[in-house]
């Protein structure tokens, strides 16, 4: 499948594996025919664990968002929204910081649970934890339905906690 355009939103709802705490590696890449992904200008790495720490950042060609502290072996929902200039980063709905992405997707490979990079192939490492949901779509949310996504995954999985004060569905799950 592709992914093409200068449009990509990203929410996953995961935790980081404590007793792998010293393992690296993508959460998803999304990558282009040369099987780069946070080093391209046409793919990325919307979450990838730091190697050795409990810390979770983005990377859009080779420019990693700043680095967000997760607790082990507890649930956090990560987001990206990617447009023609901006790679917003979301933290359990809180901006987790954002970066400059001018460049358009030119994807052909989605890559869950590891890396796609070129130098160490699929599979060279892997993320260390699990999955609840994730969604990738080729296209960018708007603030208002990326609140309804996190709320409709946050009350799904029973972890509204995760929502910080003052999110429109805090206290209850989107209505249809």
């Avoid at 960018?140 to 972890?159: D, E, F, I, M, P």
Wanted: hydrophobic share 40%; proline share 3%.
């Amino acid at each position: 499948s592709t992914l093409a355009g200068t449009d990509l939103t990203f929410f996953a709802l995961v935790t980081l594996n404590a007793a792998l705490a010293a393992a690296s590696g993508a959460f998803c890449d999304i990558a282009d025919d040369t099987l780069a992904g946070s080093t391209s200008t046409t793919g990325c790495s919307p979450l990838r664990r730091n190697a050795s720490n409990t810390s979770v950042r983005s990377v859009y060609n080779s420019n990693n968002a700043p680095s967000k502290s997760v607790t082990t072996d507890v649930a956090f929902m990560y987001g990206i929204v990617k447009n023609s200039v901006d790679f917003n980063n979301y933290l359990n709905e809180g901006t987790a910081g954002n970066l400059v992405a001018t460049g358009t997707l030119a994807s052909t490979r989605f890559v869950i649970g590891s890396n796609s990079a070129a130098s160490g192939g699929f599979g060279a490492t892997f993320y260390a934890g699990d999955l609840f949901e994730v969604f990738i779509l080729s296209s960018a949310l708007t603030t208002g339905s990326r609140n309804r996504l996190a709320g409709y995954v946050a009350h799904k999985w029973g972890q509204s906690a995760l929502l910080p004060a003052g999110h429109p569905y805090k206290f209850g799950p989107p209505v249809a």
